[in-house]
């Protein structure tokens, strides 16, 4: 089992940048696949980013990939969200998931349901 917390949310104005922490607690993090979602207001939760257990494969949403950056320090138990570049659009409350990768099933990163533990979430509100 793993515990998700996010922070590094904020209020910001358009074309700043933010970096957003994934940090875990438990045992096994470097097993467990991070995805990043987001959900605006009277919005479905979409995928942003994810990033594999060793750090070795991302995969981002069009919308973010030529601005935002997943990343991961194992040692550290944390998984990071820089995202420059920011605009009103990406306005949301912004979760992290921890996917379990220890079974050598496939990896499914924009798969919402896949995700075994989420974070309770972090405020990025963006003004224009």
């Known amino acids: 089992q793993v515990q998700l917390v996010e922070s590094g949310g904020g209020l910001v104005q358009t074309g700043a940048s933010l970096r957003l922490s994934c940090a875990a607690s438990g045992r096994s993090f470097s097993m467990y696949a991070i995805g990043w979602f987001r959900q605006a207001p009277g919005k479905e939760r979409e995928f942003v980013a994810a990033i594999n257990w060793s750090g070795s494969s991302t995969n981002y949403a069009d919308s973010v990939k030529d601005r935002f950056t997943i990343s991961r320090d194992n040692a550290k138990k944390t998984a990071y969200l820089q995202m420059n570049s920011l605009k009103p659009e990406d306005t949301a409350v912004y979760y992290c998931?921890?996917?379990?990768?220890?079974?050598?099933?496939?990896?499914?990163?924009?798969?919402?349901?896949?995700?075994?533990?989420w974070g309770q979430g972090t405020q990025v509100t963006v003004s224009s």
């Open positions: 998931a921890a996917d379990w990768q220890g079974d050598g099933t496939s990896w499914y990163p924009r798969t919402l349901g896949q995700y075994d533990y």
